[in-house]
Nanobody, 119 residues
Framework: VQLQASGGGLVQAGGSLRLSCAASGRTFYMGWFRQAPGKGREFVAAITRSGGITDYADSVKGRFTISRDNTKNTLYLQMNSLKPEDSANYYC????????????????WGQGTKVTVSS
């Protein structure tokens, strides 16, 4: 499975962006992670294959929404009310079995898309 993330860019604080992650094949549990310069990788959100169950980091809960369209093999992250501290490279990831917030548990990773939020 190959993952291709897109949709990053420069936005002012309070603005919105929607990230997309196109998958080359069938995927199961999927998630978004981010990594800011000089910091470790951080869990952002995840979703089951059916889309019926989602999980969010406390830092983004109420502002970000994860969703997926299995007919298009695409994962989304709608980011609203963006803050400068949301600036990072955002990565999509997929895992074959079970759910997790831990990066090492994921089997496939996209290349990352950069989000910069100006104050």
């Amino acid at each position: 499975v190959q993952l291709q993330a897109s949709g990053g860019g420069l936005v002012q604080a309070g603005g919105s962006l929607r990230l997309s992650c196109a998958a080359s094949g069938r995927t199961f549990y999927m998630g978004w992670f981010r990594q800011a310069p000089g910091k470790g990788r951080e869990f952002v959100a995840a979703i089951t294959r059916s889309g019926g169950i989602t999980d969010y980091a406390d830092s983004v809960k109420g502002r970000f929404t994860i969703s997926r369209d299995n007919t298009k093999n695409t994962l989304y992250l709608q980011m609203n009310s963006l803050k400068p501290e949301d600036s990072a490279n955002y990565y999509c990831a997929a895992k074959k079995y079970g759910s997790s917030r831990l990066g090492p548990d994921y089997d496939y990773w996209g290349q990352g898309t950069k989000v910069t939020v100006s104050s």
